[in-house]
Nanobody
Framework: QVQLVESGGGLVQAGGSLRLSCAAS?????MGWYRQAPGKQREFVAS???????NYGGSVKGRFTISRDNAKNTMYLQMNSLQPEDTAVYYC?????????WGQGTQVTVSS
């Protein structure tokens, strides 16, 4: 089983930046970020493969950048120009034996 641990969340003012990290217990080709705001469904944020192919959700394109360090089995999400609507719990995920494994999440709160 793969374990995922997110970190880096916090409280930031609108227009600010945060960098999230997701450390995996073992290498995975695909890793992704999702977020869930109160009362809303979980939303795709971004994903990256081990060879660097990235994909972004429409609401974060141009503001967020996903990256990874394969040697450390760690994925990052650089979030710039944060807005109050970015407030959510951010989760990372990765596949494992046909299932999706999720981290415990990290809270990001953007104040106006």
């Amino acid at each position: 089983q793969v374990q995922l641990v997110e970190s880096g969340g916090g409280l930031v003012q609108a227009g600010g930046s945060l960098r999230l990290s997701c450390a995996a217990s073992r290498s995975r080709n695909y890793m992704g970020w999702y977020r869930q705001a109160p009362g809303k469904q979980r939303e795709f944020v971004a994903s990256i493969t081990s060879d660097g192919i990235t994909n972004y959700g429409g609401s974060v394109k141009g503001r967020f950048t996903i990256s990874r360090d394969n040697a450390k089995n760690t994925m990052y999400l650089q979030m710039n120009s944060l807005q109050p609507e970015d407030t959510a719990v951010y989760y990372c995920n990765a596949p494992w034996l046909g299932k999706t494994v999720w981290g415990q999440g990290t809270q990001v709160t953007v104040s106006s």
